[in-house]
């Protein structure tokens, strides 16, 4: 079905942890197996082999899942019913301080290996890369990209239903609070820059960068969220109440190979000066 996601089909990850790295149960939110803990921050390999989530030791109310990927869109939005479209091999490897995530995906004949790497570099600050690789005999398209969700959880201080205290960059370079610049939906999508989204049921305005932000109650704690290259911002505060920066991953012609960097930030700032430092961090 158009205007939908491609959902991935995923073999049970393998996750390989050394002396340094602990592994525990705990029963909340998901949370399964430690599998880093690194500047206080931990990550726990979530029940769903492809979520992870982060635990902040200096804001102990910060507790986000991370979808690495949650989906891949290649030419299209297609349903999650039609998961035989695409298929992915999976492999979590833990080593020192980095989580290093393996992949590989296939939609008819666009074919892509992935390698995401997740390091801890502060207590509030973790550096994101993905590294694509296009394996296929066709092109991948410009609209090409890979869904990346952050999603604290729903009780949480970050819940943000009406959209108030989730900020991106308006076209103007302005950062404006979701609310402000659009109708509040159930899933809001902002194709970066000129890219045309063909998802146009629930396409909205275009937004100048990738940069997502959104703050917890008291507006006080930001978790910010940006990529380097990006396609499209998503905001869902009618589902999971998630932010997603989607990395742009085209266009690639067979053979071909593309970077992209991450930043996620959970500081006292206000969404301004999250912006400034990931400038900075990413450029």
């Excluded at 390999?45 to 979520?51: E, L």
């Excluded at 969700?149 to 009406?162: G, M, N, T, V």
């Excluded at 505060?237 to 742009?248: K, R, T």
């Excluded at 991953?249 to 006292?268: A, S, Y």
Aim: charged share 25%; aromatic share 8%.
């Amino acid at each position: 079905m158009k205007g939908w996601l491609i959902f991935l089909i995923l073999t049970v990850p393998t996750v390989i942890a050394n002396d340094k790295n602990p592994t525990s149960t705990i029963d909340s939110i998901g949370m399964t197996q430690q599998i880093l803990e690194h500047e206080g921050l931990s990550v726990y390999w979530n029940t769903d082999p492809f979520v992870f989530t982060i635990v902040s030791q200096k804001y102990p109310d910060t507790k986000i899942e991370l979808w690495l990927p949650e989906v891949i869109i290649f030419d299209k939005d297609s349903h999650r019913g039609e998961p035989e479209s695409l298929s992915q091999e999976w492999t979590e490897i833990v080593d020192e301080n980095r989580i290093r995530i393996t992949g590989r995906a296939e939609y008819k004949k666009q074919i892509i290996n992935f390698e995401f790497s997740l390091l801890p570099i502060e207590t509030d600050e973790i550096k994101l890369t993905v590294l694509v690789e296009n394996v296929g005999i066709i092109d991948i398209s410009n609209y090409a990209h890979l869904a990346i969700c952050l999603s604290p959880r729903q009780d949480s201080c970050y819940s943000d239903k009406s959209g108030d205290r989730t900020y991106v960059v308006n076209n103007k370079e302005k950062i404006i609070s979701i609310s402000e610049m659009d109708k509040v939906g159930k899933f809001n999508h902002y194709p970066v820059g000129n890219l045309n989204d063909t998802t146009d049921s629930i396409q909205r305005s275009n937004v100048f960068n990738g940069f997502v932000a959104r703050t917890n109650k008291s507006k006080k704690t930001t978790i910010s969220f940006m990529w380097d290259k990006t396609a499209r911002i998503d905001v869902n505060p009618g589902g999971l109440d998630c932010i997603h920066s989607h990395p742009a991953i085209g266009p690639l012609k067979p053979g071909e190979t593309k970077v992209c960097k991450g930043r996620i930030l959970i500081k006292d700032l206000n969404p301004e000066k999250s912006l400034d430092l990931m400038r900075k961090a990413l450029y």
